[in-house]
């Protein structure tokens, strides 16, 4: 220390730690950092955990609002993601072979999540069986939701937590932000977030911890302001200025918005403190974010009145008195540095002063990274069928019978509508562009068809566009051919 203090205790933080951490060290343990002080002088809590060491990373894609005293409501999609290929064990390796997803902060899971396969060739076991997705158990009285791996990954898999995708839990829903497990709120619970512990273990129960807890979710009392994110476009490491989606503040009820009140916009990431490494950009001038309130109806009022690189501020000049107020902060755009792990930006938005609703919630209006293109399988077979035979042949049919074009994306175009293109052959020989023809949603195991017949001699190419959605770039499938004559 230059110099002592003199006047109020004084405080001073230590940031921009980094670690090196052996290949041999040991998942779940804590990095404990001890703090002494020449002199004698006792420090209160030294040492201090300040680190985990994790070999597998856990995300989440959202932090929607969820209301105390309610049951059956979504939660943020958790992701698992290897950092090594065979990080999770097996059954055939280890006792601790199950992954085990449990709730921490006093909500229960409405129903079993379903855990999702989406990338590397991990596999899960369904009653004896080698598995991409797999409906949980649930124990420890509703509070954790575990599978067990059937077989260890030779490529870094990727697993994603979702809800059923009806009452009946059927089949998982689609992948987006908010498609997370299902849980029930206890009228008891305050206001706060929801977090969520990966563990892997032997039991089903709590094991050895995988990372730190995920906030999944922000619990609100009914009648508060509701908070959501309009979009989660990608931003890049590196990138300067991108473009993330708008925020809107809703009121729940009346009065929940006061003039003279402030809201803040904070960045954070998902252990709830000020994020090193995305920051909003344009802060001051031309560019910055705007404000905007449906003021014709409500006569509502609100502006950006102060704006750093972490936080932004909206003051309320004039309270609803119509309608129920909406607050929309538009134009929002994140300097992102170079080497940032891929994953969800968050903001935190609450009530920082004056009158009015108290209220805080977490959202994500941006993904770090890159979108990625889901793989689609193309295939076809004569007649107008779902059971084939199907090959990748070109299919030759007799004029007016029907030919049948089938694409499999799994569980990443389960439920989704596919554009179904086609070009045409000419009778020199050329190929036309193709040309877009119509649509089709896929089924829940992912599998879209289209069948078409001619009366008169043609030749056709045709493939579907998964268009982009969440964290999948636009795909497309092959081309498969059938012709008539």
Do not use: H
Request: charged share 10%.
């Amino acid at each position: 220390m230059a110099t002592a203090s003199t006047a109020n205790a004084a405080t001073f933080t230590l940031s921009g730690i980094n670690y090196d951490v052996a290949l041999s060290a040991a998942a779940g343990a804590l990095v404990n950092v001890t703090l002494t002080i020449s002199g004698g002088v006792a420090v209160s809590g030294s040492p201090a955990a300040n680190a985990q060491i994790a070999q597998t990373i856990i995300g989440s894609a959202a932090a929607p609002t969820i209301i105390i005293g309610q049951n059956d409501q979504a939660t943020g999609l958790l992701t698992i993601r290897e950092s090594a290929a065979g990080t999770l064990p097996d059954i055939s390796t280890s006792a601790n072979d199950k992954i085990v997803v449990c709730l921490t902060s006093g909500e229960t899971f409405s129903r079993a999540p379903w855990f999702v396969v989406t990338a590397g060739d991990l596999k899960l076991n369904v009653g004896g069986l080698a598995a991409t997705q797999a409906k949980a158990t649930l124990g420890s009285g509703n509070t954790c939701a575990f599978v067990q791996v059937y077989t260890a990954s030779t490529v870094a898999s990727t697993i994603e937590v979702r809800a059923g995708v009806d009452a009946a839990n059927t089949a998982p829903k689609p992948s987006g932000p908010t498609a997370g497990a299902t849980v029930n709120v206890g009228i008891g619970l305050t206001p706060g977030p929801t977090t969520a512990q990966v563990s892997i273990s032997a039991t089903g129960a709590a094991g050895t911890a995988q990372g730190a807890p995920v906030v999944v979710a922000m619990r609100a009392l009914a009648g508060t302001p509701i908070v959501a994110a309009v979009s989660q476009p990608f931003v890049a490491p590196g990138g300067l200025n991108q473009p993330a989606g708008d925020i809107t503040i809703t009121e729940g009820a009346a009065l929940n918005f006061v003039t003279g009140e402030t809201i803040t916009l904070t960045l954070v990431n998902q252990t709830l403190s000020i994020n090193a490494d995305t920051f909003f950009a344009n802060t001051s001038g031309v560019g910055m974010p705007v404000v905007t309130t449906n003021n014709g109806a409500s006569g509502l009022v609100a502006s950006l009145t102060a704006m750093t690189a972490n936080t932004i501020t909206v003051t309320i000049n004039n309270g609803a008195v119509g309608a129920l107020g909406v607050i929309t902060i538009s134009g929002i755009k994140y300097n992102v540095n170079v080497g940032t792990s891929n994953g969800p930006v968050f903001v935190m938005v609450a009530k920082a002063t004056g009158g009015g609703a108290a209220f805080s919630a977490v959202v994500s209006n941006a993904m770090i990274g890159a979108p990625t293109a889901v793989a689609i399988a193309a295939d076809s077979a004569l007649g107008a069928t779902k059971v084939g035979p199907f090959s990748t042949t070109t299919k030759v049919a007799k004029l007016g019978q029907y030919v049948t074009f089938r694409f499999r994306g799994g569980s990443a175009m389960a439920g989704k509508t596919v554009e179904v293109w086609v070009a045409t052959k000419a009778a020199d020989g050329s190929w036309g562009a193709f040309v877009l023809k119509t649509k089709r949603i896929a089924d829940a195991s992912g599998a879209a068809y289209w069948w078409t017949r001619s009366s008169s001699a043609s030749w056709i190419s045709v493939r579907v566009k998964l268009p982009a959605a969440g964290s999948y770039a636009d795909s497309w499938s092959a081309s498969r051919q059938a012709r008539w004559r």
